[in-house]
């Protein structure tokens, strides 16, 4: 039977893969991505903690449920906002890799 | 859920998750993440989250993914994408990434709940809409006010960002 860590470690080791895409990718559009993998990571460990708590009515825990719907909302606000970061910064650089934008680091 | 579906489906979208970060195109990247989405809301479907599952492909295979490769076409990428690999920052990033997996597995070998299976469900839980529906709207309708004021600022922003700069 299929039980709460194994849907935990798939989750834990979809986070990690997506942590490895922040720190090698240099392309800003992988990158969030990357971020994207790492938030639907973190949804599939509550969905999952969410069908584990099983309340007195036999219904699973839907707390978690709309925790997760909220997180959905929030990663589309960020993405739309983070891609039209990226187009601003492409018209004025003409780059989307991170290693060219260089102005801030000290 | 039997388990030969949850391993299929959970291998496909670690595999594709892992083309994500691996592909050197794009493009490629962004047609993975959809194949992966799509695994992850079989998923939440497995843990009888229908809406939330569908929610999924609506909003990530839908919505999201439309919208990086609308800007991968606009900025037109595919010439960059040849540059050498740094192959120190490669591997001192994967032995990070590793460390943190190493971390969480063992936290969650610790943990005494992760060795237990699913209980049952009672009742029907097709109905998930309704009851995802009245708590959102009851318990958490603050939030999710705030949410709408959110999604509103950020299409502002959008549109304030993309627009272009007046010359002078």
């Known amino acids: 039977m299929i039980t709460l860590g194994d849907y935990l470690l798939v989750s834990a080791i979809l986070f990690a893969t997506g942590f490895a895409g922040v720190m090698l990718r240099r392309n800003l559009i992988v990158i969030l991505m990357s971020l994207e993998l790492m938030l639907n990571a973190a949804n599939l460990s509550l969905v999952a903690f969410s069908r584990f708590r099983v309340g007195a009515n036999g219904l699973p825990n839907y707390n978690a449920q709309v925790f997760v719907f909220f997180i959905i909302t929030v990663a589309a606000a960020e993405v739309a906002v983070g891609l039209a970061i990226l187009v601003a910064l492409f018209r004025a650089r003409q780059t989307t890799d991170v290693k060219d934008i260089s102005s801030l680091k000290f | ?168």
């Open chain 2, 1 to 168: 859920m039997s388990p030969v579906l949850f391993w299929i489906f959970a291998s496909l979208m670690l595999v594709f998750g892992a083309a994500v970060v691996v592909n050197r195109n794009p493009v490629a990247s962004a047609l993975s993440l959809v194949v992966s989405f799509i695994g992850l809301a079989a998923l939440f479907m497995s843990l009888d989250a229908y809406f939330l599952g569908i929610i999924q492909v609506l909003v990530y295979a839908g919505a999201v993914m439309v919208l990086f490769l609308f800007i991968i076409m606009l900025l037109n990428l595919q010439a960059e994408a040849r540059r050498p690999i740094n192959w120190l920052a490669a591997v001192g990033g994967s032995a990070v990434a590793v460390i943190l997996l190493i971390q969480i597995v063992r936290i969650i070998g610790n943990v005494q709940a992760a060795q237990q299976t699913f209980p049952l469900v009672a009742s029907s839980t097709t109905d998930d809409v309704r009851n995802v529906g009245a708590l959102l709207f009851r318990d958490y309708n603050l939030p999710f006010q705030i949410i709408g004021v959110l999604v509103l600022v950020a299409t502002i922003g959008v549109v304030l960002l993309s627009k272009r700069e007046p010359r002078g």
